[in-house]
C-alpha cells in the first residue's frame, strides 16, 4: 500500500546514546516533514524539507538533525538522547499537486520513543 | 506566527449524544487552510476535512458536520448521534502555504464517548 513507512515503531534508550529515525514515502511527494507530539502540546513541527536536497528547521529543532538522503527518505537523528525527548515521532509528506492533494499531509503511524 | 487553540482539554457524553469541538485560530494572513484530524487509540492520525479561507460553506458529511466563521475566527467540528468509534483525541490544525505544509497544530480535544 502506498504511503509513509515509519520504522521503528518502538524505541527505549538510555540517556546519551544516538540513534536514528527512518522515514520513507512512495508516493513521489517532495515536501516531507517531522512532528514531535507530546500530551497537552499537539503535534509540534522539528524539520521539514521542501523537496530533496533541502532542510529548514521547525518549531523545536534542538536536539536534533535530519538528512533528506533522496526523495523518498527523510531521517531524524538524535545524537545524544535526553529524557525530555522522550516523545512519539511522526514523520509525513505532501506534494500540491498530488491528486489526493485534498488530504494536505499523509502521516506515517509513528515511533514511540523512551529515554530512560 | 499562527496559532491554534482548543479550549476543551477533554470531553465525554454518553452516547448519541451531539458533541461540538472547539477550535479558534490566529493568523493575520487572509490566505490559510483549516483541518481537522482524528487520533484513535491506536495512534495514527486520520485526516478528516480541509477548509480554505475563502470558502465559508459548513460542510457536512454523515454524522460529522464543521462551521467555518471568519468573524469569529473558529472552526467548529460537530459529531451528531455519538458513537464509541468517535472516541478519539481530536485536532484541529492551520498552514498559510499550500506548497510546504507546514501544520500548526491545536493542542486536541480527547472526546470519551460513553456507552
Known amino acids: 500500500n502506498a504511503g509513509v513507512t515509519q520504522t521503528p515503531k518502538f524505541q527505549v534508550l538510555k540517556t546519551g546514546q544516538s540513534m536514528t529515525l527512518q522515514c520513507a514515502q512512495d508516493?513521489?511527494?517532495?515536501?516531507m516533514y517531522w512532528y514531535r507530539q507530546d500530551p497537552g502540546m499537539g503535534l509540534r513541527l522539528i524539520y521539514y524539507?521542501?523537496?530533496?536536497?533541502?532542510?529548514d528547521k521547525g518549531e523545536v529543532p534542538n536536539g536534533y538533525n535530519v538528512s533528506r538522503l533522496n526523495k523518498r527518505e527523510f531521517s531524524l537523528r538524535l545524537e545524544s538522547a535526553a529524557p525530555s525527548q522522550t516523545s512519539v515521532y511522526f514523520c509525513?509528506?505532501?506534494?500540491?499537486?498530488?491528486?489526493?492533494?485534498?488530504?494536505?499531509?499523509?502521516f506515517g503511524d509513528g515511533t514511540r520513543l523512551s529515554i530512560l | 506566527a499562527q496559532k491554534v487553540t482548543q479550549a476543551q482539554t477533554e470531553i465525554s457524553v454518553v452516547e448519541k449524544e451531539d458533541v461540538t469541538l472547539d477550535c479558534v485560530y490566529e493568523?493575520?494572513?487572509?490566505?490559510?487552510?483549516l483541518f481537522w484530524y482524528k487520533q484513535p487509540p491506536s495512534g495514527e492520525l486520520v485526516f478528516l476535512i480541509r477548509r480554505n479561507s475563502f470558502d465559508e460553506q459548513n460542510e457536512i458529511s454523515g454524522r460529522y458536520s464543521w462551521n467555518f466563521q471568519k468573524s469569529t475566527s473558529s472552526f467548529n467540528f460537530t459529531i451528531t448521534a455519538s458513537q464509541v468509534v468517535d472516541s478519539a483525541v481530536y485536532f484541529c490544525a492551520l498552514t498559510l502555504e499550500m506548497r510546504n505544509e507546514k501544520l500548526t497544530f491545536g493542542t486536541g480535544t480527547r472526546l470519551t464517548i460513553i456507552p
Open positions: 508516493m513521489n511527494h517532495n515536501s
Open positions: 493568523t493575520r494572513d487572509t490566505t490559510y487552510y
Open positions: 524539507s521542501a523537496s530533496e536536497g533541502t532542510t
Open positions: 509525513a509528506s505532501s506534494d500540491p499537486r498530488d491528486r489526493y492533494s485534498n488530504q494536505p499531509q499523509h
